[in-house]
Nanobody
Framework: QLQLVESGGGLVQPGGSLRLSCAVS????????IGWFRQAPGKEREGVSC????????NYAGSVKGRFTISRDNARNTVYLQMNSLKPEDTAIYYC??????????????????WGQGTQVTVSS
């Protein structure tokens, strides 16, 4: 059974850090681009970061560039999102997703074949 399971969310103060993990099962991580999305209350889901198979292509939304780092460990079938210098506006539910192809060309949700269940990140003092 194909699954993506996020973990690592929580409550953190502004300026703090969190590392999210996306553990996948039921498919080989190495052959798919994986993305992180987030959805804040009352807002649409937005793409945050993407990493292609082999880690050759990586991109970030402008709002997180320089603060977030995406990585993957194919041996552990896990994708990570290291989030530093967190801001209150980063508060959202974070989802990992498997794209239907191996490209990080866009964050169009129609390109997502599978979603995780999400993990809550709250940045507040």
């Amino acid at each position: 059974q194909l699954q993506l399971v996020e973990s690592g969310g929580g409550l953190v103060q502004p300026g703090g850090s969190l590392r999210l993990s996306c553990a996948v099962s039921g498919f080989t991580l190495n052959y798919h681009a994986i993305g992180w999305f987030r959805q804040a209350p009352g807002k649409e889901r937005e793409g945050v970061s993407c990493i292609s198979h082999g880690g050759i292509s990586i991109n970030y939304a402008g709002s997180v560039k320089g603060r977030f780092t995406i990585s993957r460990d194919n041996a552990r079938n896990t994708v990570y999102l290291q989030m530093n210098s967190l801001k209150p506006e980063d508060t959202a539910i974070y989802y990992c997703a498997r794209f239907v192809d191996n490209s990080c060309s866009t964050y169009d949700s129609r390109r997502v074949g599978y979603w995780g269940q999400g993990t809550q990140v709250t940045v507040s003092s």
